[in-house]
């Protein structure tokens, strides 16, 4: 690995807990404007998956400043990392689909302001 790849890595650990806070607003924003216009079992089943992929997050880091960091692991590290955010990535893309409603443009337009 390469020391820019291996120091990408440690900083997507490093920074990754910095952003809980943006993610609690952007996901009560999500499910305030979807409350009006999409079923409340869509909503809370949403909401369950976004908040085991966060608690999904806090672990994976957890082990990451547990273990070593050593360059020879940084690879499997940035595995599970793309991993996660492979999941958590569709998540967020499955929101388009879950709360924008095309009959009520401004759903589309309220998911949309999410996702930017």
Do not use: K
């Amino acid at each position: 690995m390469t020391p820019v790849r291996a120091d990408s890595v440690r900083t997507f650990y490093l920074q990754t807990r910095n952003s809980r806070a943006s993610v609690v607003v952007v996901t009560a924003y999500m499910i305030g404007t979807a409350a009006s216009y999409t079923p409340w079992p869509t909503i809370a089943t949403w909401a369950a998956v976004q908040l085991a992929t966060q608690v999904a997050r806090e672990l994976l880091v957890r082990a990451w400043f547990r273990h070593s960091r050593a360059d020879a692991a940084l690879g499997r590290w940035a595995n599970v990392y793309t991993l996660y955010m492979v999941v958590t990535g569709s998540l967020w893309g499955s929101t388009i689909f879950l709360f924008a409603h095309p009959a009520e443009p401004i759903t589309v337009a309220l998911t949309l302001c999410c996702l930017y």
